[in-house]
């Protein structure tokens, strides 16, 4: 990934305004329009140490993770009190193993992932610039079964009104880097003026917005 220094800083001076505390209410919704098996596997890119984890190993029998700072991986198991098995896989990785969560520390372009039924991306779309995001659908589509689905959360607004990340990634743009799925929106919750991006960052605009996208 470009500038892995930004996010390793990040984690390092726990910068982390992009986690969530709980599990995601949208996953949990919307999830189920997936039409997801327990059996089917599901790939987590650049995931942090998210709650959304938990829940989804949960309802599926194996769960890949790939996250660029240790930090946060080994934060991951210890505020839950697991201890994983720890493997180094590809000289550049290590495999952080426990019942259901597979979870690599280093670049999701470069970890030795399995292909998956499903995939979830609340994070990892929106905090890369442009450049990188075409790329990044590629890598996230090669990992996809035929007939797999996508759960992704992306954010809308002006994006000359503030610097991501996380980023704006509009509806034309996310209908244009999965041009050959089918895209669905499942779910769009505009911010009222009480929203801190509107209230305390000026925004005349922001919206979370929620698809399902079909390989």
Avoid at 3 to 27: R, T, Y
Avoid at 37 to 57: H, Y
Avoid at 103 to 126: C, H, M, N, Q
Avoid at 192 to 203: E, N, T, V, Y
């Amino acid at each position: 990934m470009k500038d892995p220094e930004f996010w390793h800083q990040k984690w390092a001076s726990n910068q982390i305004g992009f986690h969530l505390q709980d599990v995601n209410p949208l996953l949990i919704q919307y999830w189920p329009r997936l039409s997801p098996q327990r059996n089917e596997s599901v790939f987590v890119p650049l995931c942090g140490k998210s709650e959304d984890l938990i829940w989804l190993a949960s309802q599926h029998e194996e769960v890949q993770g790939v996250e660029l700072s240790e930090i946060a991986v080994r934060s991951f198991f210890a505020e839950h009190f697991y201890t994983p098995t720890v493997t180094r896989v590809n000289g550049a990785h290590e495999l952080y193993q426990f019942d259901e969560l597979m979870i690599y520390t280093g670049d999701v372009f470069s970890a030795p992932l399995k292909a998956v039924e499903l995939i979830y991306d609340r994070a990892a779309l929106v905090a890369l610039p442009p450049e990188m995001r075409e790329e990044y659908v590629t890598h996230l589509l090669s990992l996809l079964k035929e007939g797999g689905r996508v759960l992704l959360v992306t954010l809308d607004y002006v994006q000359g009104e503030m610097a991501g990340p996380p980023f704006c990634v509009a509806k034309n743009e996310v209908e244009s880097l999965f041009t050959d799925c089918k895209v669905t929106c499942l779910f769009r919750d505009d911010a009222d003026q009480h929203h801190p991006k509107i209230s305390q960052r000026g925004l005349s605009r922001f919206a979370e917005v929620v698809w399902l996208i079909e390989k």
